[in-house]
């Protein structure tokens, strides 16, 4: 954050803005501002400015921009303007000290595309809706959050624990149907990957209770192969946290990579309970978990999104036994 001489700003804008303060309050704005929305505007909170449907993506971005964990965001969001109606808005917010913003507001205009087809519509609305209720889910938890801090008896403590857990499983599986839908629309950029330094990634990035109860190793000699770097640390990412939850202590983890007519094996094997053949195709389809949730978290996303990945590399994914028992997964890998 750097100081803004907040009149100079004002007086040089011809596009609507404003300052709020730490409470997300219109504390001062410009003419352009007072225009657009009308005098009363100044003195209004966010939340009785901008669209209800709007305001759950609004305030947790804000409250990502509030905890430093971005230095803005922009939007578009409707907001009520000096007549009473929603206006689009293409809305974009800066932080420019500890305790206040800039929002600049422009009328949105929207972009020409061509027709979608039904399916990419199908698409794209799921994709909108999982992100947009994603963050319904993520400002309920943080205000379940809140209220564990209160002063609170045994039973209504036991029943906000329980809430928030479900919400926080809530956010899982939208991140989750995010991850796919990605998978099914987006293309993928290919490059040389070095094997040893994609590896290492997706060790960085692993839930705390897995990097607890991990011992990975690899080969020493991995190769460059020929992929999406992203989406190839995130299927190694999901092999590992799969073979950890699923074990019932430390759970050993191992890469490996063999040459195989055109392409590569990878092979991510471990030393916990296996797969029974009899369940291995089962397993590898959306939301087909061996478990219940008590007895192993999770949502049984992990194969099929790896499996997923490999697919649209133009690859497969096999599930065996691992040389004196456990798992091993291999994934060819054309290049």
């Not at 889910?137 to 036991?158: E, F, G, I, K, W």
Request: proline share 6%.
């Amino acid at each position: 954050m750097v100081p803004v001489d907040i009149d100079r700003v004002f007086a040089a804008s011809p596009i609507a803005q404003a300052l709020l303060d730490e409470t997300w309050r219109v504390v001062r704005a410009n003419a352009a501002w007072q225009a657009h929305f009308g005098p009363a505007a100044t003195g209004v909170a966010w939340l009785d400015l901008v669209h209800p449907d709007d305001l759950a993506r609004d305030l947790a971005l804000a409250g990502r921009l509030q905890s430093g964990e971005i230095p803005d965001f922009s939007s578009v969001s409707r907001l009520l303007d000096g007549n009473g109606q929603w206006r689009s808005q293409t809305i974009a917010v800066t932080a420019i000290s500890a305790t206040c913003v800039l929002v600049t507001a422009s009328d949105a205009v929207p972009p020409t595309v061509a027709p979608a087809t039904p399916s990419e519509d199908s698409r794209t609305v799921a994709a909108a809706l999982a992100h947009d209720v994603k963050q319904h889910a993520r400002l309920a938890n943080v205000y379940l959050s809140m209220l564990l801090r209160t002063t609170l008896d045994d039973r209504q403590r036991s029943q906000l624990v329980v809430a928030s857990a479900h919400t926080e499983r809530l956010h899982e599986v939208l991140g989750l149907l995010a991850r796919w839908l990605r998978l099914t629309e987006d293309p993928i950029g290919i490059s040389s990957c070095p094997l040893t330094e994609v590896w290492q990634e997706a060790l960085r990035h692993l839930p705390a209770d897995v990097g607890e109860r991990l011992d990975a190793g690899s080969d020493q000699h991995l190769p460059t192969i020929q992929a999406d770097r992203w989406l190839l640390a995130e299927l190694l990412r999901g092999l590992v946290i799969n073979a950890v939850r699923y074990h019932p202590g430390r759970a050993r983890v191992h890469l490996a990579a063999v040459r195989e007519g055109d392409g590569w094996d990878l092979v991510v094997s471990d030393d916990g309970p296996g797969i029974p053949p009899a369940d291995r195709q089962r397993v590898v389809q959306p939301m087909q978990r061996l478990h219940t949730w008590e007895q192993v978290p999770g949502h049984g996303m992990g194969l099929a999104l790896a499996q997923r990945i490999a697919a649209v590399h133009g690859g497969s994914l096999d599930i065996g036994a691992a040389p004196g028992g456990g798992c091993s997964v291999h994934v060819h890998l054309p290049g």
